[in-house]
């Protein structure tokens, strides 16, 4: 067992996920296991499942040879292919942080530690192996998962650490933007979302993932729109800690809510449409803005856009189309964006106490709250009339 599982069962937590180290190549792993696959080109992996638990296992890798086909970069450093395999003693070097280059023996139930990273652990430091530099061309990804372990873990960056993200996060536009959303997921939907943001801010990264989002934070009033963001990553992590559920969906329509309003405010005032319009159009625009970062899913995208584009209706609390507000698919995740918004003094109090107390309500009382009686409870919608049908012609006519 190797990596993360073991740094974390040091610190005394339960690891949600182990990976093994071995060296048996993808192959003969997946010959081994029928409930296996092998994933990946970059690196080539193995997943085998037992039940709903997937185990990943990693074939140990080779020192780095760029003449070899097998291993290939591009003219930045990043590495394109690894799949050289070799022994445990060459696979340690190629690992990223200290803390992850752990090996814990299921024959003799030791740790094999050949990098000092038991006393980064013990110390709570988070350091790369071998030269910071060359390690985050060769996978700029890790400028990310040393802001996410520092976050999670509370550890301290080494100097060197530090300076090399500082000079190489700009590195982030080379990578796949699926990629980066796997690593929006790990950042911000396992209960240390609020801690990952400050140090994204911190070492200056949020900007390479939310360009958009940081001109909101920084602002005349970047400070409201900052409270805004940090109360929804605080509630984030509650619902974590309490195992609720939660969707990423939320969340990227909170970062990409100030640049949405901007949007559609100059629609507004350039186009002369609607509020209504002008928010449905920067929804769309400002979404494809970010997909050119982090690849969002259509899954998501869409209820975001409908979340966020149903915002003014909790303006209008008179009436059958009000009433039917409350039955729609999204309305709990508008409501919930809504009393965010509340929180900062974008919308009025009695508007959040309203929605919040209508759902309270048994159908009688609610659909007088709305303003009806119990006769139009069906809506405040025209009626149709009926149309008289024509008699059908008899043969005899």
């Given at each position: 067992m190797v990596g993360g599982a073991v740094r974390d069962l040091l610190l005394g937590g339960r690891p949600k996920d182990f990976d093994v180290g071995t060296d048996a190549d993808p192959d003969q792993i997946h010959d081994l296991f029928r409930n296996s696959r092998i994933i990946g080109r970059r690196f080539r992996l193995v997943h085998v499942r037992f039940g709903r638990e997937i185990i990943e296992v990693a074939t140990f890798r080779a020192a780095s040879d760029p003449d070899i086909d097998e291993e290939r970069s591009d003219d930045e450093g990043r590495l394109l292919r690894d799949n050289r395999y070799g022994s445990i003693n060459e696979d340690v070097w190629r690992r990223d942080f200290t803390v992850n280059a752990l090996y814990y023996n299921i024959a003799d139930f030791s740790v094999w530690d050949y990098v000092g990273g038991f006393e980064d652990v013990r110390d709570k430091r988070l350091e790369l192996i071998g030269a910071p530099s060359r390690r985050l061309r060769e996978d700029p990804v890790r400028v990310l998962r040393a802001v996410r372990f520092a976050a999670k873990l509370g550890f301290d960056m080494e100097d060197s650490l530090t300076e090399a993200i500082a000079s190489h996060k700009q590195l982030l536009s080379n990578i796949p933007p699926a990629r980066l959303f796997d690593e929006f997921l790990k950042m911000f939907q396992a209960g240390f979302a609020e801690q990952s943001?400050?140090?994204?801010?911190?070492?200056?990264?949020?900007?390479?993932?939310?360009?958009?989002?940081?001109?909101?934070?920084?602002?005349?009033?970047g400070d409201v729109y900052e409270r805004f963001i940090v109360q929804a990553l605080r509630n984030t992590d509650a619902r974590v800690a309490a195992g609720k559920p939660i969707t990423p969906m939320f969340l990227l329509g909170v970062f990409l809510w100030w640049p949405i309003k901007a949007r559609a405010r100059a629609f507004v005032e350039d186009d002369g449409v609607s509020y209504v319009q002008a928010l449905g159009r920067a929804t769309y625009d400002c979404l494809a803005r970010q997909q050119a970062l982090i690849a969002i899913p259509r899954r998501f995208g869409a209820p975001l856009r409908e979340m966020v584009t149903m915002q003014p209706r909790f303006e209008r609390m008179r009436g059958g189309r009000a009433l039917g507000f409350l039955e729609h698919r999204r309305f709990r995740a508008a409501y919930d964006f809504m009393l965010l918004r509340q929180s900062v003094g974008e919308v009025e109090d009695s508007v959040a106490e309203f929605w919040t107390n209508v759902q309270t309500l048994e159908q009688v009382e609610r659909v007088q709250a709305f303003g009806l009686s119990r006769k139009s409870e069906g809506g405040d919608r025209p009626k149709r009339r009926r149309r008289r049908r024509k008699p059908k012609a008899t043969h005899d006519e």
């Open positions: 943001f400050l140090k994204l801010r911190q070492f200056e990264v949020f900007r390479e993932l939310f360009p958009d989002t940081l001109l909101g934070l920084e602002a005349h009033d």
